[in-house]
T-cell receptor, first 113, second 112 residues
Framework: DVKVTQSSRYLVKRTGEKVFLECVQDMDHENMFWYRQDPGLGLRLIYF???????EKGDIPEGYSVSREKKERFSLILESASTNQTSMYLC????????????FGSGTRLTVV | KNQVEQSPQSLIILEGKNCTLQ??????????LRWYKQDTGRGPVSLTI?????NTKSNGRYTATLDADTKQSSLHITASQLSDSASYICVVPSSNDYKLSFGAGTTVTVRA
């Protein structure tokens, strides 16, 4: 069974802290994505990566950065966490050119206090 | 701008009853439409994927319909169960980029 694993289900961080959210997929997918999900707003794309060391901004990249040093791992970094970054973060992956096979992780609920 | 609109925003139904969720989209070019189920605190899980040529597709008690001419889709839940309580999200990828357009979701609550 294919899997996208996010390292933490729940995370509480303080304002100003540097936060790392990790995502690992075991499907050898080329594409990986980070979304945040807020009530009433649906899922919004933060960043995506279509290859190792490659990244592109999504719709709401401000305050975030990403790292993809290995194909299976895609990290989301909050350089200086703020309370408005309290949200559910979802990682997803898909194979190149086959957007049908789009698999989500279980999500990380981040609270910034 | 590609958009996906879902209705209703939420609904409550009694166990055993049926319900229908709606999705209207303006995504172009169109390649497929997906319905996801998201349990509270979990990631979305795919229910159905419908391509341009498919009108109806079932997955157990879930039946999705697609009208590509009117750009509308529906998800019908038959004989609802308590475990159907979740958010249902309509997703439409654009065929020429990596991005997906998401609806805001319909929250379904099934009561005993």
């Amino acid at each position: 069974d294919v899997k996208v694993t996010q390292s933490s289900r729940y995370l509480v961080k303080r304002t100003g802290e540097k936060v790392f959210l990790e995502c690992v997929q075991d499907m050898d997918h080329e594409n990986m994505f980070w979304y945040r999900q807020d009530p009433g707003l649906g899922l919004r794309l933060i960043y995506f990566s279509y290859d190792v060391k490659m990244k592109e901004k999504g719709d709401i990249p401000e305050g975030y950065s990403v790292s993809r040093e290995k194909k299976e791992r895609f990290s989301l970094i909050l350089e200086s966490a703020s309370t408005n970054q309290t949200s559910m973060y979802l990682c997803a992956s898909s194979s190149a050119g086959a957007i049908y096979g789009y698999t989500f992780g279980s999500g990380t609920r981040l609270t910034v206090v | 701008k590609n958009q996906v609109e879902q209705s209703p925003q939420s609904l409550i139904i009694l166990e055993g009853k049926n319900c229908t969720l709606q999705c209207n989209y303006t995504v172009s070019p169109f390649s497929n439409l997906r319905w996801y189920k998201q349990d509270t605190g979990r990631g979305p899980v795919s229910l159905t994927i419908m391509t341009f040529s498919e009108n109806t597709k079932s997955n157990g008690r879930y039946t999705a319909t697609l009208d590509a001419d009117t750009k509308q889709s529906s998800l019908h839940i038959t004989a609802s169960q308590l475990s159907d309580s979740a958010s249902y999200i309509c997703v439409v990828p654009s065929s020429n980029d990596y991005k997906l357009s998401f609806g805001a979701g319909t929250t379904v609550t099934v009561r005993a």
